[in-house]
């Protein structure tokens, strides 16, 4: 899902701001039980350590490393998601070696070796988990075939069980991390007109904020309310009035350049996020949109740069010159100076 298209900024592992914070999120929530399960595996290999030798303690070292390099630097980096696939690479590398080591085909540390790419599928796309899970079956392959082939010779029932066992993962794996990829793009989208919603909104925001603040670049703001809205549904029927949104979505893309983002903030309103428009462009802009909806709303314009822009205050103001633009007899539009909205003529 998380297409290019949607959000040209984002990174390929990671496509927003938004799901960033998820996935540290949810770091943030299997903190606990990953360390009781570290543990847990941690004393089940000490307490093989007879059989296996030294090398829980080899095992052991080595993760300690990854939670003091890799692991450590995932909440402090600008690009977290390089770092928990970093880590999720060392974790099937290590346990893997671990297998390898520890009877091959017949190692109870072999299901460990799915582990890392069964993790990755609720924070990446389907491309990054196929490629963690074909990571897999190489290292599983060379960590119990080519490591002891005499071994794998003598009982190679083993690791075909193993094989199947992964196939199954494989499976689930997919369809978990298609179903967060959908969950993700609905939380995004309207189904109605196609257009963003509020949510992606308040993550595009962010990152708009935090480039206007850093290059005291400027931003505009436009929101929309079609006018007597109501009526239409009342007098030609709910499914008119969603035709009419639909359009209404359709005329206001027009007219945009291609970094321009339209957003349906609910009912009949809408947003349009000009980035780099001060107040004067951001009203020619929103006439042109006025013009171009038929039986047109009033709207508000508000436009702020550098430091300024915060949605908050943005926002606050745009919606009151939206009430102004209405009180002043609707199919107008206001623009927000920053003593307040300021009438223009219709
Ligand atoms: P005003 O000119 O003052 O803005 O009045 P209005 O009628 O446009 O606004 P009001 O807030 O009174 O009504 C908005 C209506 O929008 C009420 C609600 O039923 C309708 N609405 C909200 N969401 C949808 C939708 O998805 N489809 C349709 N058809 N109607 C919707
Ligand atoms: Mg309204
Ligand atoms: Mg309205």
Known sequence: MCRKMEDPTGSWLCPTEAD?????????????????????????????SPWTGPWPVVFSVVSALQVATLDHRVTRSARPERFVAMSFAFTAISATAGAAVTGGAQSPLLPLVALPATLMANRFRRPVVVAGLGFSLVLMVLGTVAVDPARFAHDPAMFFVSLA???GVVIFTLSLSDTEMRLRADARFDHLTG????????????????QA??????????????????????DLGHDRGDAVLRDTAQRLREHLRAFDLVYRLGGEEFAVVLPGVG???????AERQRAAVEASGPGGVAAAHGTAVEWDTLFRRADAALLQ???DGRNRIAVARQAGPVKLAA
């Not at 005291?216 to 239409?232: C, T």
């Not at 107040?279 to 802009?285: G, H």
Request: glycine fraction near 4%.
């Open 20 to 48: 960033r914070a998820r996935m540290l999120e949810a770091g943030t929530l299997v903190r606990a039980a990953r360390v009781w399960v570290s543990l847990g595996v941690l004393a089940a290999l000490l307490a093989s």
């Open 165 to 167: 066992m992964l196939v």
């Open 195 to 210: 257009l963003l919603n509020r949510a992606a909104l308040a993550s595009r925001f962010a990152e708009l904020r935090s």
């Open 213 to 234: 603040h850093a290059t005291n670049g400027s931003i505009a703001l436009v929101v929309y309310d079609l006018d007597r809205f109501k009526s239409v549904n009342d």
């Open 279 to 285: 107040a004067e462009e951001a009203l020619e802009i």
């Open 325 to 327: 633009a209405k009180r």
